[in-house]
């Protein structure tokens, strides 16, 4: 704790990275990047099917890129490659395996304390994100089927019976992926599926009409039960069914604990309160990035965006 950082950037995903590269571009000189995970972008890592496409421009909005970092349509794989590529620069110091607990300021200096040590820093920027912690259903999952129970694509089989639960971007990527060696069908409580984009809801609709996913609308689940090795599914027009896993793709939430031990206040939603033109939080120096800056999750050229004007904050109140 010997040292203070001009920033410390706590979060390795877009947002975070944009944050640490814009610094030492503009000029501020002692960064660091903290990330729980042992590798940066975990979400994408996580989250993100095998050959997603990403797109800079995110559900029909046109994004410009202010900043420094050169982002580009692409897909999973050549995302993590570019950033692989700017987080290689020597002069960017990084620590990863490593969990923050607790943000404190004192003396107009800020106290990151972690598990792998502490630091102090006069600008910290919290940039998480929501997928971290995944929705989870509001009714109860038995124990004996929560090994079957998925939030992503991790320990799917082939030859099973998969129900995809959710009506976004990635419960259709889920279902269409899966529906290669599995018969899978894709429950959402709404009649339509609206907030896919252009291109996946093109590609469900060509796969719900080849019968490689089934579609289940305007239904909701209210409850799982273990049957005979399995998970039955009780929907809410009085049907059951039988399935060998269930996956739900229905968003992340605010890691509200956190952001209360870092000193943040929140709204009546949950929601961190921020300058939404600063990115500054009601302390000064303190700022949230990314995905935890929206309610209903954003773009990682937005999440680029967020870093740069945050630097240039930092910046201006130096002068």
């Not at 979060?11 to 975070?16: F, Q, R």
């Not at 050549?78 to 620069?89: E, Q």
């Not at 990084?94 to 820093?121: H, L, M, P, W």
Request: aromatic share 8%; hydrophobic share 30%.
């Amino acid at each position: 704790m010997n040292d203070i950082y001009d920033l410390v950037v706590i979060g390795g995903g877009p947002g975070g990275i944009g944050a640490v590269v814009e610094a030492k571009i503009l000029g501020l000189e002692k960064v660091l990047l903290i990330e729980k995970s042992d590798n940066h972008s975990n979400t994408i890592r996580k989250f993100y099917k095998n050959n997603k496409r990403v797109d800079k421009d995110w559900q029909g909005q046109t994004v410009e890129l202010e900043g420094n970092v050169e982002f580009v349509d692409g897909t999973k794989e050549s995302t993590l490659d570019y950033f692989d590529k700017l987080l290689d620069d020597e002069t960017i110091d990084s620590q990863f395996n490593c969990e923050v607990t607790k943000v404190e300021k004192r003396d107009n200096i800020f106290y990151i304390y972690s598990n792998c040590g502490d630091f102090r820093a006069k600008n910290v920027i919290i940039s998480i994100g929501r997928m971290g912690k995944p929705n989870k259903p509001k009714y109860r999952i038995p124990p004996s089927i929560r090994s079957r129970v998925n939030y992503n694509l991790d320990k799917c089989g082939n030859g099973e019976d998969i129900i995809v639960v959710g009506g976004g971007d990635s419960a259709v990527e889920y279902a269409c992926e899966l529906s290669a060696t599995n018969n899978v069908r894709l429950c959402y409580r709404r009649d339509k599926l609206t907030r896919p984009n252009p291109t996946n809801r093109k590609m469900i609709g060509e796969y719900a009409e080849r019968g490689k996913v089934r579609l289940k609308l305007g239904m909701d689940i209210e409850s799982l039960e273990s049957q005979h090795g399995k998970i039955k599914v009780n929907f809410s027009n009085g049907e059951s069914k039988l399935y060998d896993r269930v996956i739900y793709a229905i968003g992340g939430t605010t890691p509200k604990e956190f952001l209360k031990s870092c000193g943040i206040s929140l709204d009546k939603k949950g929601e961190p309160i921020f300058n939404p033109n600063t990115y500054e939080t009601e302390t000064k120096g303190l700022y949230i990035a990314g995905d935890i800056a929206f309610s209903s999750g954003g773009s990682i050229a937005i999440a680029l965006n967020h870093g740069y004007r945050i630097v240039n904050h930092i910046l201006k109140n130096r002068q």
